[in-house]
């Protein structure tokens, strides 16, 4: 167990990244009175109010990182997109990083992502990987991949962009010319995913598998369900496979696993997050433990908590109106407060754009089919639309 006083001390939690993800992570720095420094490029980015400290500056830029981080104790991040390059370095200099540099180095590169599946073995759909469009043409001649498949970007890519299904030949002319993967499109029966904490001292410990509804074509998830109605075999077999993955990465934090049950009950990762993920918001109100105090115990070392089911949750992604950009307007707001076991959770962006994330709401009931009916009643209500 660590011997540091993290509580109402001197010391300094540094987090690169300061959007939604970082905003909730501080609701529980703040109730347990951890001094925190965050920096993000924005100068309106959600965290501007909740931290100790806020710094305007890029986190991909090397010096921009290394000053950001000299007067803190530990790091970590809410985003992969940052300077790997200033992190190994402060990883020599004896700073506490985590993730670690290396993980984030292979999870931030999704074809070197699926390259550490397949040297170790970890079930996951086909694919093949290349450096540019030339390499890529020449590689789906050679391999007769027909559509439909997935390309991915291997760099940049979030929150359904960066991914592609390509469903024709007229779709592979759109295709950018720049890194990526293709991948089979796997012939799936449900999307899961499974939150897992490892702390350093390699204390594991996942959350109950979840179930996701994307929408059709924004390519993110629409509703997240928990518990998960799958066979409880295949629960217990995503855990274990969330938990492998997590020691084979020696991750340290949060490690969200996204995987796809087949129709003949194989379970296969799909990819993973280094970090408090969109598939484990609902443990706010769902769990004993949340994932954003389940990431802070985990970096710290501190003892993992209970991760049971409270109450059955069903989260919805509040994103912006194809057809809105501009000042946000959430119409209805007023009206879904009304219904019991709602929990509203708006991540401070005063701007909207189509289909861009602007918050969250979970629904709480006695069953998962109770939290289902709402939750649908809800989705048909509120709207985030422009001014």
């Not at 391999?143 to 498949?149: G, K, T, V, W």
């Not at 799958?230 to 997590?246: G, P, S, Y």
Request: hydrophobic share 40%; charged share 25%.
């Amino acid at each position: 167990m660590p011997d540091k006083n993290y509580f109402s001390s001197s010391f300094k939690l540094g987090i690169l990244g300061g959007g939604q993800l970082g905003k909730m992570l501080l609701t529980d720095t703040r109730r347990y009175d951890i001094q925190t420094k965050v920096m993000d490029p924005s100068p309106v980015a959600p965290c501007r109010f909740g931290s100790n400290e806020f710094v305007q500056g890029d986190i991909t830029d090397k010096q921009a990182v290394l000053d950001f981080a000299k007067d803190c104790d530990v790091i970590t991040i809410e985003i992969e997109n940052v300077s790997t390059e200033a992190l190994h370095e402060l990883e020599a200099q004896g700073k506490i990083i985590y993730p670690r540099p290396r993980t984030l180095d292979i999870i931030k590169n999704k074809s070197l992502q699926k390259d550490f599946y397949r040297e170790h073995k970890v079930p996951t759909a086909s694919y093949f990987t290349f450096e540019n469009r030339e390499q890529m043409m020449q590689l789906l001649l050679e391999s007769e991949l027909n559509p439909p498949f997935v390309w991915k970007a291997a760099t940049g890519g979030y929150d359904g962009k960066g991914v592609s299904i390509v469903r024709n030949s007229s779709d592979i002319e759109d295709l950018p010319d720049m890194p990526g993967l293709i991948e089979e499109m796997v012939d799936y029966a449900v999307e899961i995913a499974v939150v897992v904490a490892r702390s350093p001292s390699g204390e594991t410990k996942s959350f109950p598998v979840v179930e996701m509804e994307f929408h059709p074509t924004a390519n993110l998830a629409e509703y997240v369900f928990s518990p998960s109605n799958i066979d409880i075999r295949i629960q217990n077999k995503a855990n274990q496979l969330a938990e492998e993955v997590a020691h084979k990465f020696d991750h340290v934090g949060l490690l969200a696993v996204e995987m796809f049950v087949t129709k003949d009950g194989h379970v296969m990762v799909n990819e993973v997050a280094p970090r408090v993920h969109n598939s484990g918001h609902l443990t706010i109100e769902g769990n004993v433990t949340s994932q954003f105090d389940q990431h802070l115990r985990a970096i710290l070392d501190l003892p993992l908590g209970d991760t049971e089911i409270v109450r059955p949750a069903v989260m919805i992604n509040l994103t912006g109106e194809a057809d809105h950009s501009g000042p946000v307007l959430y119409e209805g707001i007023e009206k879904i407060m009304k219904s019991s076991g709602v929990s509203i959770h708006l991540y401070g962006k005063a701007e909207t754009r189509p289909f861009r994330k602007m918050g969250h709401i979970t629904i709480t009931a006695k069953t998962i089919e109770e939290a289902r009916e709402v939750a649908g009643n809800v989705n048909n209500t509120i709207k985030v639309i422009s001014q």
